[in-house]
């Protein structure tokens, strides 16, 4: 016999999941710990350790603080100066200061020990996952150090870019120990095509440049400091814009406006224009494409670390609700057709993940082993193409498991499903990677040689991969044209996921190969075939 409820209160809360914060995102996820180690970091362990523990429970918290209290726009003071600045919630500070500090956006620059791009790249996805759009700027500064090195009078710039230190007050970057970078790329008429900017750098006697003319997406502009792309008089050229002036006085650009996106709220995105705002010039005139190739590759690692974060994160909170809720008696995660669906959930989570830290790796060894970074020249494209792509219908699917508590802001889905799509369109969308991907195989033979020697590293441990590969082979050998790039792009990403984790002797690499490349699936998660141990997977999945 149950006591009588106390008057008034109309029903006691049962059957709901306890808070998903306070766990430790690092001890948490095993296929990531296994990839740290296979691809070479394992000294960083520790580091990690202590980063995952405060993702999982601080930095987890605050995010929805980030992300309730949007940035916001000041062009001018009370005094109707012009101080083109962004406000933002403290919650952003304590994310960045957290960030930095750890390494998010440095640590492949000042730790010298072999995989520490590796470790860096573990310490971002464990970072998005708490909180995704304080990532936007980490991406920038970090992958900016890779131009900013090239110029040796822009030695402080690197430094403190790299350094661990946040410091948000808006003062020249001589009285900071540390920094951030943005961009300023895309205009309107032209978006990915940047050839097409309009935005002139004119010559200085000094030998600086003033930059006259717009940009249509500004990233992060409350940064210290831009990579904007300007038409010199010897073509289109890569400069470094300061946000102060060495002498403490506003360079001479404007705020319009912020971006209202989709999601991303936590982070400032902006219009602006260039009134013959000053800047330096990073590598030679007309190489501007060619001297920020090395921020590319490292942009598209993080997008693709960011949509496999996203999807980890998905997957966690779908399966620690349905664990702890029940229906018609059972647990949710025992009905046998939704333990499916997570099962397929944790196969692509897993895949996407490993395969992120395995182009981690040959970005670290890129510069030193010709192999690895022709691996990671194209490795990079098809990642950032695939992940990325699979992020969105991943995350809804996680959302379809909590039923209607999954569109409630509450459950962080909602944050992650808004956030999902902005990987595949940032630094160039779908078509984007795939025609280069193309342009790649086509023009780039060094770019084949690794892809053989990382695919056929596995051949013969698995009859349906070995058959897939055939077919692949036989596809790229018929020269394919523009229309089948997103074909053989998502091939080779499926052929390379499912070779990694061969490598990596997961026990999920079976029904990864039998499901995404033996035709043993549907159109949809949750068809995974019959005799798959989804219970296995799921223990490995999220203790």
């Known amino acids: 016999m149950t006591s009588a409820l106390p008057a008034f209160e109309t029903h006691a809360v049962s059957n709901q999941p306890p808070p998903f914060g306070g766990r430790n995102l690092w001890a948490d996820d095993v296929a990531l710990a296994e990839a740290v180690q296979r691809e070479g970091a394992a000294a960083f362990a520790g580091q990690l350790a202590r980063y995952g523990g405060l993702a999982g429970d601080e930095l987890y918290r605050i995010g929805f603080d980030a992300n309730r209290d949007r940035p916001r726009l000041r062009t001018h003071d009370a005094q109707g100066h012009r101080i083109d600045t962004v406000e933002f919630h403290p919650a952003y500070h304590q994310l960045m200061t957290a960030a930095k500090t750890h390494g998010v956006a440095g640590l492949s620059w000042h730790d010298g020990r072999p995989g520490a791009h590796v470790a860096r790249a573990a310490l971002s996805y464990l970072h998005h996952q708490a909180e995704a ?23 402080a710039w690197a430094d403190k870019a790299a350094a661990p230190h946040y410091d948000p007050r808006d003062v020249p970057i001589a009285d900071k120990a540390g920094i951030t970078l943005g961009m300023g790329m895309t205009e309107k008429q032209g978006g990915s095509d940047v050839r097409s900017n309009t ?10 440049y003033a930059l006259v003319g717009h940009k249509w997406f500004f990233s992060a502009p409350m940064s210290d400091g831009f990579l904007v792309l300007a038409q010199a008089p010897g073509g289109l050229s890569c400069f ?13 650009f404007r705020l319009m406006r912020l971006k209202d996106k989709l999601g991303d709220w ?8 260039l009134c013959g705002a000053w800047a330096q010039r990073v590598g030679e005139e007309g190489r501007g494409v060619a001297t920020i190739i090395g921020m590319v590759m490292m942009t598209r690692l993080d997008c693709m670390l960011g ?5 980890r994160m998905a997957l966690a909170q779908a399966l620690h609700h349905t664990r702890h809720r029940s229906s018609f008696g059972t647990r949710l995660s025992e009905h046998p057709l939704m333990a499916n669906v997570l099962a397929d959930l944790a196969i692509e989570s897993e895949a996407a993940t490993v395969f992120a830290m395995r182009v981690a790796r040959a970005v670290d060894q890129a510069a030193a082993d010709p192999q690895q970074a022709a691996f990671a020249r194209i490795a990079t494209a098809v990642g950032k193409y695939w992940v990325c792509k699979r992020a969105a219908v991943f995350v809804n699917e996680a959302q379809e498991c909590l039923g209607g508590a999954g569109y409630v802001e509450e459950s962080m889905l909602p944050r992650l499903y808004r956030q999902a799509p902005l990987n595949s369109i940032w630094e160039g969308s779908g078509n984007i990677q795939c025609l280069d991907v193309l342009r790649a195989l086509s023009r780039e033979p060094q770019v084949l040689h690794a892809l053989d020697a990382e695919l056929n590293a596995v051949a013969g441990a698995d009859a349906i991969y070995d058959t897939a590969l055939r077919a692949l082979r036989a596809q790229l050998a018929a020269t394919p044209e523009q229309a089948q ?8 990403a499926l052929l390379l996921q499912a070779a990694v984790l061969l490598r990596a002797q997961s026990p999920n690499a079976s029904a990864f190969i039998r ?29």
């Open 515 to 543: 499901s995404r490349l033996g035709a043993e699936h549907g159109m949809a998660f949750g068809t995974l075939p019959a005799d798959i141990d989804v219970g296995a997977v799921l223990d490995r999945a999220l203790p």
């Open 307 to 311: 949509a496999a974060a996203e999807m």
């Open 133 to 155: 759009g304080t990532s936007c700027p980490l991406t920038m500064t970090h992958a900016a150090v890779a131009v900013l090195r090239q110029d040796p009078s822009l030695a």
């Open 199 to 208: 935005t002139r750098a004119e010559r200085q006697a000094d030998g600086s």
């Open 266 to 273: 936590s982070n400032a995105s902006s219009e602006v224009e």
């Open 485 to 492: 790039a997103r074909r053989v792009t998502e091939r080779l």
């Open 240 to 252: 470094l814009m300061p946000r102060r002036l060495p002498d403490g006085n506003r360079n001479a």
